[in-house]
């Protein structure tokens, strides 16, 4: 007998149709040590039914502290690799370099169902442990998180909430085109980059927006994206995971402050 679907409660704010075209989350650690190449291989072994693709990338350099500055530029120099692993349609992929650990949800076609925060984290959860019993099975040693992260990747369209940048104070409340002696005209284009101290836990959210041509269908859009990066108070799972969804709070509270009522409105926010 099935057991009936239990709803989620959310409490967060919740868009029906959100911009997010991109939700990644992960952790950042200290370099694997006698982490090498062909452990890359060895990994894509056990995880290849799932992740039939693997494509090489240069690495991700986030160094939100000093410590993992010191790491991150280390993990440069003995190993400048990082592996994508794509699943069979390409919506998702886990990403893996020795001092880091993520995983991707994409919207490749118009018609990819969005998924939630809570529909992607135990697909984490699932991966995450998976990595961790490889690092075992090879004798390689677990690294402490250092760093949790969640960041969603929005496509606001040119036409949708917006036709010239001098609308932009619809998208972003806090951008004006006003000018001290009127003299400009609409601007040709418009970016944004912003940096915010998270409250009750030690992080930042970043967020940027930066006018784009998307490849797919040449669409013009604007890529918002917003990232939160949090330290846990240890490596244990409960407070690796409580991380994770505080991050993802303040990706969502940041993505809401930051856009406007109007767009809210066209996105069909419900709490």
Known sequence: MLEKAVAVKRTLPDFENPPAVETLMGFHFSPIE??????????????KKDYPRVELQP???????????????????????????????ETRLIQVQNNLFLHNWRKVEHTDKYL????????????????????????????????????????????????????????????SPQTSGNILPTPELVAMNASYPLRDVEGRLQ??????VRQTDA?????????????????????????????????????????????????GRRI
């Open 116 to 175: 939630h925060y809570d529909d992607l984290r135990p697909l984490f959860e699932k991966e995450w442990q998976g990595f961790r019993d490889f690092l075992e099975d090879e004798g390689l040693v677990v690294p402490g998180v250092q760093l949790c992260e969640v960041t969603y990747v929005n496509h606001i369209d040119r036409g949708s909430g917006w036709q010239s940048f001098a609308d932009l104070s619809d998208v972003f409340p806090n951008w």
């Open 207 to 212: 967020i940027t927006a930066q006018p784009a």
């Open 34 to 47: 006698k982490w090498q190449g062909p452990y890359f291989g060895l990994f894509w072994s056990r995880i």
């Open 59 to 89: 690495p991700v350099v986030a160094a939100p502290t000093a410590e993992l500055a010191l790491a991150q530029f280390q993990s440069r120099v003995e190993l400048p690799v990082r592996c994508w692993f794509f699943n069979q349609d």
């Open 219 to 267: 669409k013009e859009t604007i890529q918002l994206t917003v990232t939160a990066r949090c330290k846990p108070s240890s490596s244990s799972n409960q407070d690796i995971y409580r991380c994770l969804d505080e991050a993802r709070k303040w990706v969502v509270l940041g993505f809401t402050d930051f856009t406007g009522l109007k767009m809210h409105e066209m996105w």
